[in-house]
Every structure is written in C-alpha cells, then in structure tokens.
C-alpha cells in the first residue's frame, strides 16, 4: 500500500514565524510531488510543485524534497493569519497514470495573530 | 478565464436515490478526474478520464458508482443506491496535456449528504 504521512497536527505559529510542513513517502519510484492548500469547505488549491532533489523558492514558500530519505517538506516564511489552512501533500506514484495522485491527510496549520 | 466547474455545490439525497455530480474541465483541458474526501480523511483518487474513455478506475468502488465524460457536455459521476457513508465531498480536476510535470486543478466541489 503506497502511503503519504503527515502529522495532522494543528501546528501553530505565531504571526510572522516560520511554518514548517513535513511529508514522508513509502514508493521510492515517486518523481512528482506536491502542496496543495485547503481552506475549510474549500478546495484544494495547488501551492508548490517539485520533482528535483533540493530547495525550490517561491515568494514566502519553500518547498524541499530529498529523494534518499522519501521527504518533502514545505516551509512558509513570515507567517500570516490569512494562511492557516490545511496543508496537503500530494506524491505522483512511479508508473501511475496522470492525476492519480496519493494525498496525505494534511497537516492543519494556525497562525496566531 | 473560468475554472473547473462542478454542480450541483450541494446535494441532499435519502438513503436508496440516485445522486449525480457534473464536472465542466477549465477550459483547454480534456482530461478530468474525481476525488473523494470523506470527513477528516484524506484526498482519494477515484477515476481518471479522457473524452468518451475511461483511462484509470483503480480508485472506483466496484459497485454503484460510474463515471462518464462523453463527447459533448460535462462528466459525470454517478452514485447509485446511496448509503450514509457516500456522504462527502467530491472534488473534480483537470488537466491539459499529460506528461510527466503534469498539474492537476481542481473545481469547487459538490458536498453530497446522505440522509
């Protein structure tokens, strides 16, 4: 059974810290990985995508994948109330057919003010 | 520019009726699939679909659901005999092209509940 992990938290942080999301994936033969945003009774919301070895930036968001040890993580700088939400990662299994992607159950994060 | 579409947001049906959820891609997007998330619970793939053809069900229940997306008009995802545990949300995605970096976008999504 291929499986996502993350901590379902809530993690909290106060109002300009730094967020720190971790995810862990069981199929090595993974390439494309995910962050997706979810608000309460919303959608999913694409973030971040990343498929190499390394740190790739996007303004306040940093997204981290190491392929030996199977984990991605997601950083968000500078934290705002505006971005608690439910944070999910998504993994492209090796060999799986295109939008099938496997999600963790998401991490819930709370920024204080 | 307009997104994924779905109806109905919301939708009420007793226990043994019929619920049918659209799905309109994003414009220039011929590939859709349907998620399920059951409260508190994850994302879970369900079915992946081109126009007329059924690309990848792995994630189908093997009984009472059924998905199309026809030539012409939205996809449709099917869910005969509904029972309580039907109850949640299902959630639409398209895509443009298939490829290796492909990104999925997703429509609002439709809240069924079994009643």
């Known amino acids: 059974q291929k499986e996502v992990e993350q901590n379902s938290g809530p993690l909290s942080v106060p109002e300009g810290a730094i967020a720190s999301l971790n995810c862990t994936y069981s199929d090595r033969g993974s390439q494309s990985f995910f962050w997706y945003r979810q608000y309460s009774g919303k959608s999913p919301e694409l973030i971040m995508s990343?498929?190499?070895?390394g740190d790739k930036e996007d303004g306040r968001f940093t997204a981290q994948l190491n392929k030996a040890s199977q984990y991605v993580s997601l950083l968000i700088r500078d934290s705002q109330p505006s971005d608690s939400a439910t944070y999910l990662c998504?993994?492209?299994?090796?060999?799986?057919?295109?939008?099938?992607?496997?999600f963790g159950k998401g991490t819930k994060l709370s920024v204080k003010p | 520019n307009a997104g994924v579409m779905q109806n109905p947001r919301h939708l009420v049906r007793r226990r043994g009726q019929e619920a049918r959820l659209r799905c309109s891609p994003m414009?220039?997007?011929?590939?859709v699939y349907w998620y399920r998330q059951l409260p508190e619970e994850g994302l879970k793939f369900m079915v992946y679909?081109?126009?007329?053809?059924?690309?990848?069900e792995s994630g189908m229940p093997k009984e009472r659901f059924s998905a199309e997306f026809p030539k012409e008009g939205p996809s449709i995802l099917r869910i005969q005999q509904v029972v309580r545990g039907d109850s949640a949300a299902y959630f639409c995605?398209?895509?443009?092209?298939?490829?290796?970096?492909?990104?999925?976008?997703f429509g609002e999504g439709s809240w069924l509940t079994v009643v």
């Open positions: 995605a398209s895509s443009a092209n298939p490829g290796f970096r492909n990104t999925i976008y």
């Open positions: 998504a993994v492209k299994l090796e060999g799986g057919s295109q939008g099938n992607l496997i």
């Open positions: 679909l081109q126009k007329e053809n059924i690309i990848d």
């Open positions: 990343i498929y190499s070895n």
């Open positions: 414009k220039g997007h011929s590939h």
